[in-house]
């Protein structure tokens, strides 16, 4: 099983891979309340959440820390997270998992797209993505808002103009690969 969703952003790339990575943007959007992330390959990529007040009934408190190493950062179009565990409050890990984060220039914004890959076993890992695709749905609304809306006045800023893509269009990892 896997996740993918994407939702087109007023924003540069750069400043929406960004977002990923900057501990106050981090806490604002995703509602983290502890985050050590290294934009680099074989970076450290850690977030935490509070302990939810409410148990599930299969995966027991929600919260906790989601953990990853940094396999691939190109600060202008994606980034690739390996190796990924979510340490739940209570109860055994579940991964592992990698999160395939990218975004392109699409007209006047651009398009954020977040895989997220990884099934095991067990109720715990279905149960898992039946919480965990609503959650990050919501979240990429929030970080759509995040980046899109003045704080001070709840409007719309004016969107910068978009950086033209690379001249080959493909990604680094596609281009290193060749």
């Given at each position: 099983m896997?996740?993918?969703?994407?939702?087109?952003?007023?924003e540069r790339p750069a400043?929406?891979?960004?977002?990923f990575f900057d501990p106050v943007a981090l806490a604002t959007w995703?509602?983290?309340?502890?985050s050590v992330t290294s934009p680099q390959p074989l970076g450290v990529y850690a977030v935490e959440?509070?302990?939810?007040?409410?148990?599930d009934d299969?995966?027991?408190s929600l919260g906790g820390i989601f953990h990853a190493l940094v396999v691939d950062h190109d600060p202008e179009g994606?980034?690739?997270?390996?190796?990924?565990?979510?340490?739940?409050?209570?109860?055994?890990p579940i991964g592992p998992m990698g999160v395939e984060v990218s975004c392109r220039i699409e007209g006047p914004v651009s398009r954020l797209r977040v895989r997220q890959t990884g099934f095991g076993e067990g109720p715990?890992?279905?149960?898992?993505?039946e919480v965990v695709?609503?959650?990050?749905?919501?979240?990429?609304?929030?970080?759509?808002r995040f980046l899109e809306l003045d704080p001070r006045t709840g409007a719309k800023r004016s969107q910068p103009a978009p950086r033209q893509a690379s001249p080959s269009g493909r990604s680094r990892r596609a281009r290193e690969s060749s």
């Open positions: 896997d996740f993918e969703h994407s939702l087109l952003i007023g400043k929406v891979l960004a977002a995703w509602q983290t309340i502890r959440w509070e302990p939810t007040p409410f148990r299969i995966l027991g994606e980034f690739f997270l390996a190796n990924a565990y979510w340490l739940p409050p209570e109860g055994e715990r890992w279905s149960r898992y993505y695709i609503p959650g990050w749905k919501s979240s990429l609304r929030a970080l759509k």
